[in-house]
C-alpha cells in the first residue's frame, strides 16, 4: 500500500467540470470525502471492488466515482459544479469489508489523501 495522492482541483466557473484522481487506490473500498471552510467532511462518493457505488444526496446525477484497477486509481468527475461544491477534496481507503451503503461514513477509513483544492467561482 501506497499513499494516497490526489490531483486534479483547480479553479472552475460554475457549470464546468474537472476530474479528480487518486492514485495507490488498491483498497477495497475507496471513497471521496470533502471539507468545505467551516463545515464539516463529508462523504461525497464511495465505491466498492465489484463497482457499486454510493453517492451523497447532493451530488447524484453530477459526480461518477470510478476506479481502473489496472492503474491503482480511483476517480472523480464532477460536471455541473455550483459554488457550494468548493472543498478540499480527500481520497480515503479501508482495509475492511462492508456494505457500500456504508461508505460515506469516516470511520471506516484508515487511509487518506491530502487533499485537493476545488474551487468554483459563481
Known amino acids: 500500500q501506497g499513499e494516497l495522492a490526489e490531483s486534479g482541483g483547480g479553479s472552475v466557473q460554475a457549470g464546468g467540470s474537472l476530474r479528480l484522481s487518486c492514485e495507490a487506490a488498491?483498497?477495497?473500498?475507496m471513497a471521496w470525502f470533502r471539507q468545505g471552510a467551516g463545515k464539516e467532511r463529508e462523504g461525497v462518493a464511495a465505491?466498492?471492488?465489484?463497482?457499486?457505488?454510493k453517492y451523497t444526496d447532493s451530488v447524484k446525477g453530477q459526480f461518477t466515482i470510478s476506479r481502473d484497477y489496472g492503474k491503482s486509481t480511483l476517480y472523480l468527475q464532477m460536471d455541473g459544479l455550483k459554488p457550494e461544491d468548493s472543498a478540499l477534496y480527500y481520497c480515503?481507503?479501508?482495509?475492511?469489508?462492508?456494505?457500500?451503503?456504508?461508505?460515506?461514513?469516516?470511520?471506516?477509513?484508515?487511509?487518506w489523501g491530502q487533499g485537493t483544492q476545488v474551487t468554483v467561482s459563481s
Open positions: 480515503a481507503a479501508s482495509s475492511l469489508v462492508f456494505a457500500v451503503e456504508e461508505g460515506l461514513a469516516q470511520r471506516w477509513y484508515n487511509r
Open positions: 488498491t483498497a477495497y473500498q
Open positions: 465505491i466498492d471492488a465489484v463497482g457499486q457505488t
